[in-house]
């Protein structure tokens, strides 16, 4: 066995505490039942091109159950087992591919460091798993995700029934998430905390991007930015950030970021950080040159507008879609208002007009996932938000360029306002607050920028 080495940096200390992965553990095994097995497993490495593979980031649902940050790697959890209920199988420690690759956890630091009741090499898991899963009522799994993984689990259940005798093969596949997601939907004290680094440090890089963003620079310069700053901190990008100019942020996932920056244009920019695989995600619309014009504040207040009447939507006991109908109310009224819908706010919710230039829902979940999981729906009516919850609030109003039938004047505006919004027990709290949205607190922090730079 290859002697222990000092941690690398590359595995900090877990953010959440290997205890609470344990609890996790165990309230999903009491979900599913003493008869049934539970698999996961780890993202698989992608190749980006020819020998080089993408940047590697664990499946959500792996991370959240374990905390392992490798790849090649399955969870099984087995309630009731005698010799331990969460067995993980992973790579065993080899000097060779060390010298390549840098360290691998092993197996013992999966016990020891983990919280593992037991673990085996990944190479074994053929020999071994089948034996766990027999006499099993029924697999929690998410078939249909990742076909290699699809094809070994379908001959784990051949190899069963070929036992002499005939193995106990589980008689249902069930569909994990059913259970896990619900779970995830509700974050711990530990993931809140996670949740409000990352929320600072993409609110640090907005402020960057407003910053860096000046006329006769590149969309890509100021991506750039929002890069140094998320990396200076130790974070990643929780996705591909949107830097859009001009008429491009009328393109609601534009992500070219190639664009010129030109004196009269606003700048749209969506980018979240993320911190140990927890994500934010914040969008702000200012401009270029320092000031809105009439026509840009215009449609800008009424963005700001409705996504604080949205924001006060946000609280315990109520629907999810009551921020959404907010946004939309507000909206109507102010494209009303102005002209570029010619009937009443309530005609225009009525016939869905408004989704000319308000195309999107308000809001997502937010948590592991940038989009993240959990029903928006119970048995058919809105799901009622309650604390511990993390939702996006971002209405937005976008005026396609070649839109005819409004005056010139509004033709190519885009704009979006997001923040990270979690449900409190006294109501809720806005984690991205960082970033002024107040069109007046723009201008102001964007004129002390110019005089920053003489």
């Not at 990742?146 to 069963?160: I, K, N, T």
């Not at 991007?209 to 969309?219: C, L, S, T, Y």
């Not at 309650?386 to 839109?403: A, F, K, L, S």
Request: charged content about 30%; glycine content about 10%.
């Amino acid at each position: 066995m290859l002697p222990p080495r000092p941690q690398p940096k590359r595995y900090r200390a877990l953010s959440i505490s290997s205890e609470e992965y344990a609890r996790r553990r165990r309230q999903l095994m009491r979900m599913a039942g003493e008869d049934a097995v539970l698999l996961v497993a780890a993202a698989p490495e992608r190749v980006r091109n020819a020998d080089a593979n993408w940047p590697y980031r664990q499946d959500s649902d792996l991370h959240y159950l374990s905390g392992f940050p490798e790849p090649d790697a399955v969870l099984a959890l087995l309630p009731g087992r005698k010799h331990g209920e969460a067995v993980l199988f992973c790579r065993e420690r080899d000097e060779e591919h060390e010298r390549w690759h840098g360290e691998s956890i092993g197996t013992d630091r999966a016990v020891s460091e983990h919280g593992m009741d037991d673990a085996f090499p990944i190479d074994d898991i053929d020999d071994i798993l089948p034996g766990m899963i027999e006499g099993r009522g029924r697999v929690y799994c998410h078939f249909g995700r990742e076909p290699e993984f699809d094809a070994r689990l379908l001959g784990w259940m051949r190899r069963l029934r070929q036992l002499r005798g005939g193995g106990v093969v589980p008689k249902e596949f069930v569909a994990l998430g059913h259970l896990l997601h619900d779970l995830r939907l509700y974050k711990s004290r530990g993931e809140l905390k996670l949740m409000k680094t990352s929320a600072s440090i993409a609110a640090d890089a907005h402020l960057a991007a407003m910053h860096a963003a000046i006329a006769g620079r590149h969309e890509y310069e100021v991506e750039a930015e929002i890069l140094r700053v998320m990396r200076s901190r130790g974070a990643v990008p929780a996705f591909p950030p949107i830097v859009a100019s001009g008429a491009n942020a009328c393109v609601m996932h534009y992500t070219a970021n190639r664009a010129g920056l030109r004196d009269g244009d606003l700048l749209l920019v969506d980018a979240g950080a993320e911190m140990d695989c927890y994500a934010s995600d914040i969008t702000r619309t200012f401009p270029i040159s320092g000031r809105y014009s009439r026509e840009q504040r215009a449609l800008y207040e009424v963005v700001h507008a409705a996504q604080l009447a949205a924001i006060d939507e946000v609280l315990p006991g109520r629907a999810f879609s009551g921020a959404h109908e907010a946004a939309v109310r507000v909206i109507s009224e102010g494209l009303c208002a102005l002209g570029l819908i010619r009937s009443s706010a309530d005609e225009a919710i009525a016939e869905g007009s408004y989704k000319r230039f308000f195309p999107a829902k308000t809001g997502h979940w937010l948590g592991l996932d940038v989009h993240d999981v959990g029903d928006y729906r119970v048995d058919g009516e809105p799901r009622l938000l309650e604390p511990g919850m993390v939702v996006t609030v971002e209405p937005g109003i976008y005026v396609p360029p070649g839109d005819l039938g409004v005056a010139e004047r509004w033709r190519g505006i885009g704009i979006r306002i997001e923040d990270d919004v979690a449900i409190t027990r006294e109501g809720n709290e806005v984690l991205t607050e960082g970033v002024p949205k107040d069109a007046d607190e723009i201008e102001k922090l964007l004129q002390a920028r110019g005089r920053s730079s003489t």
